[in-house]
């Protein structure tokens, strides 16, 4: 028999009745010389802190966000993500007045890279954006709210 038939028979009786059968315990792995893997799942870092973040007017609707978990000591944004965030995602509202309720503002994406270009059309000249941030990581689980900022848009 050729050597790798007998290697994929012996990795197919392997799956079929050591690693897929509940019934096989670690120490019968370990007595028969099978590999014992670590079936505790690791556990994830949930961000905690809100992100600090910057945004700037770049002219022709055009904005410029800066997200960063700390300040450098030159006083500049670190453009990283804390441990256990995955990305950023950035929410706003256009309008007068601050919205009360950050759920409620709508998404505009999500970001792992600072810095962040949004794009507003000319029909949104002149009007007022409010634009909060937030970190999250692969289980779905958020940081804080940053604190809202706004902007007109020129």
């Known amino acids: 028999m050729h050597k790798g038939v007998l290697i994929g028979l012996l990795r197919n009786m392997y799956n079929l009745y050591v690693r897929l059968n509940p019934k096989v315990k670690a120490e019968d792995r370990e007595a028969n010389y099978f590999p014992v893997f670590d079936t505790k799942k690791t556990p994830l870092h949930t961000p905690l802190e809100p992100p600090v973040f910057e945004v700037k007017s770049m002219g022709h609707g055009l ?4 997200f960063g978990y700390n300040m450098t000591e ?14 950023i995602a950035i929410h706003y509202s256009i309008g007068d007045d601050a919205p009360a309720v950050q759920d409620k503002m709508l998404l505009w994406n999500v970001e792992t890279r600072s810095p962040i270009k949004m794009i507003f059309g000319a029909e949104n000249e002149g009007k007022k954006v409010w634009i909060t941030v937030r970190y999250f990581n692969v289980k779905g689980e ?9 902007l007109v848009i020129n």
């Open 63 to 66: 904005l410029e966000l800066s």
């Open 142 to 150: 958020n940081s804080l709210w940053s604190d809202i900022k706004s």
């Open 74 to 87: 030159g006083g500049k944004l670190s453009h990283s993500l804390p441990k256990g965030a995955d990305g």
